[in-house]
T-cell receptor, first 116, second 111 residues
C-alpha cells in the first residue's frame, strides 16, 4: 500500500516526443521529490519541492522540467529525451521544512521510462 | 566527497539470519535510513538510526556506529518474501538535509 500514486507505470517515447509524468500524494506531506533510479546505481535526486517552492535542482538537464501546482501534486515534463534517460523515475513525499529532517520518504511505484 | 558502500548482492537460506553492512563517508550526519525495495515496486521505509546502538523492529534490526561510519541491517528468520534490494541512505548536514544513497544490496533467499 502506498499513499503516493504515480502514472503512468510504463512509458515508451521517441526522442522527439513530449510527455509528462504525474505524482499525487495523499499523506498530507509538504515536501515532494523526483528521483531517477538506474540499474545498480544509487538513487539520483533530481528535484525537491518544499511547500510548493523548488529548493533543489541537482544540475538536471533542461529537457526535464518539474511542476508543483500544490503540495499534493507533482509533475515531470519530458521533451527531446535521450536514450540514456531510460530509467525508473520515482516520486516521493515527506514532511517538509527543517522539522521533518528525520521524516522518512514515502515513494510511489515509479514510472519505467524507455526512450527509443 | 560523499560516499556510501554496500555489498552488491548477498545470498542466504530461508530461516537463517543475514547481516547487510553499510559504510559511509559524508559531510556531517543527521541519521541513517534503511529501505526495502521489491523488484518493480516502491522503496519502503524499514528503519531510522540517529544514535549509536541497535534498534529492533520484529524480525528486522538496525545498528549504527557513528564513530566508525558504519551501520548494518540484521534480518532474522528469513522468509522468501525478504528477497529484495535493501537501500542504505544517510541524511547529511546541508541546508536541505538531503539524503545520500547507497547503490543497494540485492538479497536472494534460497529454500
Amino acid at each position: 500500500e502506498t499513499g503516493v500514486t504515480q502514472t503512468p507505470r510504463h512509458l515508451v517515447m521517441g526522442m522527439t516526443n513530449k510527455k509528462s509524468l504525474k505524482c499525487e500524494q495523499h499523506l498530507g506531506h509538504n515536501a515532494m521529490y523526483w528521483y531517477k533510479q538506474s540499474a545498480k546505481k544509487p538513487l539520483e535526486l533530481m528535484f525537491v519541492y518544499n511547500f510548493k517552492e523548488q529548493t533543489e535542482n541537482n544540475s538536471v538537464p533542461s529537457r526535464f522540467s518539474p511542476e508543483c501546482p500544490n503540495s499534493s501534486h507533482l509533475f515531470l515534463h519530458l521533451h527531446t529525451l535521450q536514450p540514456e534517460d531510460s530509467a525508473l523515475y520515482l516520486c516521493a513525499s515527506s514532511q517538509g521544512g527543517t522539522g521533518g529532517y528525520n521524516s522518512p520518504l514515502h515513494f510511489g511505484n515509479g514510472t519505467r521510462l524507455t526512450v527509443t | 566527497g560523499q560516499n556510501i558502500d554496500q555489498p552488491t548482492e548477498m545470498t542466504a537460506t530461508e530461516g537463517a539470519i543475514v547481516q547487510i553492512n553499510c559504510t559511509y563517508q559524508t559531510s556531517g550526519f543527521n541519521g541513517l535510513f534503511w529501505y526495502q525495495q521489491h523488484a518493480g515496486e516502491a522503496p519502503t521505509f524499514l528503519s531510522y538510526n540517529v544514535l549509536d546502538g541497535l534498534e529492533e523492529k520484529g524480525r528486522f534490526s538496525s545498528f549504527l556506529s557513528r564513530s566508525k561510519g558504519y551501520s548494518y541491517l540484521l534480518l532474522k528468520e528469513l522468509q522468501m518474501k525478504d528477497s529484495a534490494s535493501y537501500l542504505c541512505a544517510v541524511r547529511v548536514q546541508d541546508s536541505n538535509y538531503q539524503l545520500i544513497w547507497g547503490a543497494g544490496t540485492k538479497l536472494i533467499i534460497k529454500p
